[in-house]
C-alpha cells in the first residue's frame, strides 16, 4: 500500500533551517506530482509546496516563497522541504501527501502522519 514517513521535524530557533523528508513507497515515485501541506495549532490545512514528477517545476504559497524549498531524488523515492529563515508562525505539523496525477493542481489522494516542527526561542 502506499505509505509516506515524514522526518526531520523538531525545535529550531526563529531565523533558523530546518529539511523535512517523506520516504515514499507503494506506488511508482517518479509517476507522481508530490506536495507538502502544514497544520498549525487551532488552525486548518495550509497547502506549502508542490513539485512535479520529475522535478521540473515547483510551487509555494507567498508565505513559503524565498524562503522554502521544495525538491524530491525520485532515485531514493524521497520528498523534501528545506525550509530556511523560519518564522515561529511556521510552527505546524508538516505532511508530505501524493498528488492525484505527474502534475500538480489535481489535489491529494494520500497523506503522511506529519511531523511537528516547532520554531521557539
Known amino acids: 500500500e502506499v505509505q509516506l514517513v515524514e522526518s526531520g521535524g523538531g525545535l529550531v530557533q526563529p531565523g533558523g533551517s530546518l529539511r523535512l523528508s517523506c520516504a515514499a513507497s507503494?506506488?511508482?515515485?517518479?509517476?507522481?506530482?508530490m506536495s507538502w501541506v502544514r497544520q498549525a495549532p487551532g488552525k486548518g490545512l495550509e497547502w506549502v509546496s508542490a513539485?512535479?514528477?520529475?522535478?521540473?517545476?515547483?510551487y509555494y504559497a507567498e508565505p513559503m516563497k524565498g524562503r522554502f524549498t521544495i525538491s524530491r531524488d525520485n532515485a531514493k523515492n524521497t520528498l523534501y522541504l528545506q525550509m530556511n529563515s523560519l518564522k515561529s508562525e511556521d510552527t505546524a505539523v508538516y505532511y508530505c501527501?501524493?498528488?492525484?496525477?505527474?502534475?500538480?493542481?489535481?489535489?491529494?489522494?494520500?497523506w503522511g502522519e506529519g511531523t511537528l516542527v516547532t520554531v521557539s526561542s
Open positions: 507503494g506506488f511508482t515515485f517518479d509517476d507522481y506530482a
Open positions: 513539485i512535479r514528477w520529475n522535478g521540473g517545476s515547483t
Open positions: 501527501a501524493k498528488d492525484f496525477s505527474p502534475w500538480v493542481g489535481l489535489g491529494m489522494d494520500y
